[in-house]
């Protein structure tokens, strides 16, 4: 795997652990409040964006990780972002996201890839 890519990954990770970070305020909240819904947007469509470029590299020898779905959601945060519904973000928040992002820190890669938010190695196998 490119350096390229492992900081894609680490940055996937960091934006799905922003989500849920931000998603602790609460449904209620979420649903309430643009800002917070604009900020959990943003790092979906970061999210989304790093997957469409990554998963190439990671899906043969990551199965369980759905790139389909996350190319799906990245077509839709992008070009309809208008027409997302916050009900259904949520419930990808809930439902979906805490699943990905633990099996995205699991990715399987080469010794020496980041599992850590933030980390990046050098490819000597020090982070």
């Known amino acids: 795997m490119t350096a390229e890519n492992k900081v894609r990954l680490a940055r996937m990770i960091e934006n799905g652990e922003d989500v849920l970070a931000y998603a602790r305020e609460g449904r209620k909240a ?3 409040d643009q800002k917070l819904q604009d900020a959990v947007m943003w790092r979906l469509s970061n999210f989304t964006e790093e997957a469409d470029k990554l998963w190439r590299g990671l899906a043969r020898d990551n199965p369980r990780i759905d790139w389909r779905e996350l190319s799906r959601l990245r077509q839709d945060y992008h070009h309809g ?3 997302i519904r916050p009900d259904d973000v949520w419930e990808f928040i809930t439902r979906r996201l805490p699943l990905l992002v633990s099996q995205l820190r699991q990715a399987r890669v080469k010794p020496g890839f980041p599992r850590e938010r933030g980390a990046v190695s050098d490819g000597d196998g020090s982070v």
């Open 30 to 32: 979420f649903l309430t």
């Open 81 to 83: 972002y208008a027409s």
